[in-house]
């Protein structure tokens, strides 16, 4: 039995979010699956289960059956949060107004929630007001900013903006090594966890290297996931606390040297920019290995 299903507003949700909502009995790997063996089908095509829904797209079922594909009632809990945990997401706001926060998000924090996440970044955000939404994200393990929409209408603005590409963001890393040529711009094509190719576009810049450790600016030109990360394995340099892509470095009690440092972009006509609060891991480390200000450096001509 085939069904069709066509989006008649900007929900501005991934299909496997909306999949979820329209059939809660589903399964996360039920999803999966089915969009894999092409069960699953938008305008008639195959797409990832993070493929955000757009307005008059028209979502096909192959195998649609109403014992497998059904809603149950769900009786949902609202997750309560720490006052502490509360108090500090507050501290970390560096900027808010009507529409938007600018968070400065803390390394070892998730984004959003999963299996092995306690609390993450969104049940924080919901928990203070069911209209918050997350417009992009981090690693678990990447300090920096975090842009958290207040309305849905900010949030569609966002992600358009995202889309498009406007949103500039660079990051810092320090990394162990240091690469062959001081700056350039690097085209990689990276597997994602769908084992679909995927290209990518980073500019990255040596800013300084001290007792064999690079610290270098990344300009993503594209936003995979982990994409800094296999970029600096890739040029020889790894970044220094990554568990994943450089498991057997010298610094293993090292937290992760990632920070997503400033973000410029235009929001109705008008010009934001923004600079994290380094952790205070980072700047310890920094401090140890002789590393100045990052204020000292030329930092944004890349």
């Known amino acids: 039995m085939i069904r069709k ?7 501005c949700i991934r299909l496997d979010k909306y999949l979820k909502i329209k059939f809660s009995a589903l399964t996360q790997s039920f999803i999966e699956k089915n969009i894999r063996k092409k069960n699953i089908l938008v305008n008639n095509s195959k797409k990832s289960s993070k493929y955000i829904i757009q ?21 949902k809990k609202n997750k309560q949060i720490p006052k502490k945990i509360i108090e500090n997401f507050k501290s970390c706001i560096i900027f808010q107004n009507d529409n938007f926060i600018i968070f400065n998000k803390w390394s070892s924090i998730a984004t959003q929630g999963g299996s092995k996440i306690n609390i993450s970044v969104d049940d924080i955000i919901k928990f203070i007001s ?27 603005i966002f992600g358009n903006l995202f889309k498009l590409g406007v949103i500039e963001k660079t990051y810092i890393a320090f990394c162990e090594g240091k690469p062959k040529l001081k700056e350039s711009n690097v085209n990689l094509d990276i597997k994602n966890k ?28 594209t936003g995979k996931t982990h994409q800094l990360r296999i970029v600096s394995k890739k040029l020889g340099c790894p970044i220094i606390g990554d568990k994943k892509y450089n498991p057997f470095s010298k ?15 235009l929001y109705k006509d008008k010009k934001f920019e923004f600079s994290s609060n380094l952790t205070k891991n ?17 930092i944004f001509k890349l």
Not at 255 to 261: I, P, Q, R, T
């Open 55 to 75: 307005l008059n797209d028209e979502i096909k079922i192959l195998n649609f059956h109403k014992d497998k594909y059904k809603n149950k009632i769900i009786f």
């Open 5 to 11: 299903y066509k989006i008649d507003q900007n929900l």
């Open 194 to 221: 769908y084992n679909k190719i995927e290209n990518t576009k980073t500019l990255y810049k040596v800013l300084e290297t001290n007792n064999g450790i690079s610290l270098i600016l990344y300009k993503p030109l």
């Open 251 to 265: 610094f293993q009690s090292e937290e992760l040297k990632l920070n997503a440092f400033n973000l410029k972009f």
């Open 282 to 298: 980072i700047s310890i480390f920094m401090k140890k290995n002789k590393f100045k200000n990052l204020n000292k450096y030329n």
């Open 130 to 156: 069911s209209d918050y939404r997350l417009v992009h994200r981090l690693d678990k393990e990447t300090s920096g900013l975090l842009i958290i929409a207040k309305n849905l209408k900010t949030a569609k």
